[in-house]
């Protein structure tokens, strides 16, 4: 008697192609920040200084951040001797991918400058530093402006040091 062997049906074939490729390992995405040679990881904390610094270049920008944020780092400063100055991603929020990242700054603009131009080179800006900084593709920059700096204010928002808080 010969082994004979029953041919599979389309369907048959199809569902066995499918598992196939199931189980097998997806292939590795290949990008700036995923190479053949090895994968980069980046922190979030990195993501959001430089963020946050590229936000404070931005011209109209007095300050980062809410104000109940900077009284406590004021606060905070004092208490343990600090320098006063901010922490370089304080109003700085993000939420980061494999190779994407969405950027939230919250800002406090000179009196005087204009809101949607200051948010919008605050957009560019961001874009541009944490893109090239870290070859994460940046998906969207939201800008809170949660207080306007006026002139008569420098008096109340000096550190211990008699530097402007911002």
Same mark, same amino acid.
């Given at each position: 008697?010969?082994?004979?062997? #029953?041919?599979?049906?389309? =369907? +048959?074939?199809?569902?066995?192609?499918?598992?196939? $490729?199931?189980?097998?390992? $997806?292939?590795?995405?290949?990008?700036?920040? !995923?190479? =053949? !040679?090895?994968?980069?990881?980046? &922190?979030?904390?990195?993501? %959001?200084?430089?963020?946050?610094? &590229?936000?404070?270049?931005?011209?109209?920008?007095?300050?980062?951040? /809410?104000?109940?944020?900077?009284?406590?780092?004021?606060?905070? /400063?004092?208490?343990?001797?600090?320098?006063?100055? %901010?922490?370089?991603?304080?109003?700085?929020? #993000?939420?980061?991918? +494999?190779?994407? &990242?969405?950027?939230?700054? @919250?800002?406090?603009? +000179?009196?005087?400058?204009? #809101?949607?131009?200051?948010?919008?080179?605050?957009? =560019? /800006?961001? #874009?541009?530093?944490?893109?090239?900084?870290?070859?994460? =593709?940046?998906?969207?920059?939201?800008? /809170?402006? @949660?207080?306007? !700096?006026?002139?008569?204010?420098?008096?109340? &928002?000096?550190?211990? %040091?008699? $530097?402007?808080?911002?």
């Amino acid at each position: 008697m010969s082994d004979t062997v #029953i041919p599979q049906t389309v =369907e +048959e074939r199809q569902s066995a192609a499918a598992k196939a $490729a199931a189980d097998a390992p $997806a292939p590795k995405q290949i990008d700036a920040l !995923h190479t =053949e !040679h090895g994968d980069t990881t980046i &922190a979030d904390t990195v993501v %959001a200084k430089i963020a946050g610094m &590229a936000a404070r270049e931005v011209p109209g920008v007095y300050a980062m951040g /809410n104000a109940a944020r900077r009284a406590i780092s004021s606060v905070t /400063n004092r208490v343990t001797g600090g320098t006063g100055q %901010a922490s370089v991603s304080d109003g700085v929020s #993000i939420e980061k991918g +494999e190779s994407q &990242a969405t950027v939230s700054v @919250s800002v406090v603009v +000179e009196y005087g400058a204009s #809101i949607v131009t200051v948010s919008e080179q605050i957009r =560019e /800006n961001v #874009i541009r530093a944490v893109e090239f900084g870290t070859g994460l =593709e940046v998906v969207s920059v939201d800008v /809170n402006v @949660s207080d306007v !700096h006026l002139p008569d204010e420098d008096d109340d &928002a000096v550190d211990t %040091a008699g $530097a402007p808080l911002r």
